[in-house]
């Protein structure tokens, strides 16, 4: 069986004892002083039944309290609203009960007026029976302050401890608490630190992708630079060889003849004149070939 279904069980047990003795405090209080002879029968006072009754109610209160911190940890729906509806139940038996104390006690205060209207008769009537009566009296009242006085001390020193129980549970409920949370947030920063890992990680990484992708561009930058030198070196090259071709063409032009008007009848050989006055022929060096080096 589940530990939490067992304790239920328990706080039900504990609660069907508590509520039939409080019930016999609470019948005790209502009898109290109906008789002179149940007056000296009874060995409790009217303040201890009262105590008593009274200790009785905290401890219902406090099966009430425990049983509602553990009907929603019950494993079945079922069960916790069986649990529910119990504590509802628990709640009105308690109020009934108070109830009951508060006329008990009306109607022990009026048994008690009678019975000392009846020991103020018979004390008034003399004789030996009335002077043994009154000094019963005085011993017995006596002895009732005496043990009224002590176990007053002793009830509120159960009450005190019953409170301080009361406040270690509390202050463990709490304890537990805390170590809940506290075991929480160290999983959650466990996570979070693996998750900073991963992220330190990945940027170490883009930090040396980005210090590569740095020194490639600029040994493209240089390799494209050293290119357009070299085209440009060799543009300016043919560009001075084409300017010397056409500086030697238009220096052999300005060599040719000129013809005159007369030349024809004195009778001088044309050609021969064109070929002796002709420009030699000058041939170009061409000791690299000439092409487009783009």
Request: hydrophobic share 35%; aromatic share 4%; with cysteine.
């Amino acid at each position: 069986m589940d530990e939490v279904v067992e304790a239920v069980e328990k706080a039900k047990k504990e609660w069907d004892e508590a509520y039939a003795k409080t019930q016999e405090h609470i019948k005790a209080i209502e009898n109290y002083g109906k008789s002179r002879e149940e007056k000296e029968k009874s060995s409790n006072s009217l303040q201890r039944l009262n105590g008593l009754a009274q200790d009785g109610l905290n401890l219902l209160n406090s099966l009430h309290l425990k049983l509602d911190l553990l009907a929603p940890q019950l494993p079945t729906s079922d069960q916790v609203q069986s649990t529910q509806s119990l504590l509802q139940s628990w709640k009105k038996e308690c109020n009934n009960l108070r109830l009951s104390l508060r006329n008990a006690n009306l109607q022990a205060k009026a048994n008690m007026r009678k019975a000392a209207q009846e020991e103020r008769e018979l004390l008034l009537g003399g004789g030996e029976e009335s002077t043994i009566r009154r000094r019963n009296l005085q011993t017995k009242a006596g002895m009732t302050s005496a043990a009224e006085s002590i176990t007053e001390s002793l009830r509120r020193t159960r009450q005190l401890m019953v409170q301080e129980v009361e406040r270690n549970a509390s202050t463990l409920m709490t304890f537990d608490e805390s170590a809940g949370v506290l075991r929480k947030a160290e999983s959650e920063y466990k996570g979070h630190r693996s998750l900073l890992m991963r992220t330190r990680n990945l940027l170490s990484t883009m930090q040396r992708q980005d210090i590569i992708d740095r020194v490639i561009l600029v040994l493209g930058l240089i390799l494209f630079s050293c290119a357009v030198l070299y085209v440009v070196s060799k543009r300016i090259g043919l560009l001075k060889l084409q300017r010397q071709v056409t500086a030697a063409i238009k220096a052999g032009m300005a060599r040719q003849p000129e013809i005159r008007p007369g030349a024809a009848e004195d009778g001088v050989n044309l050609a021969q004149v064109y070929r002796d006055n002709a420009a030699p022929n000058m041939e170009v060096p061409l000791q690299r070939p000439m092409h487009d080096e783009l």
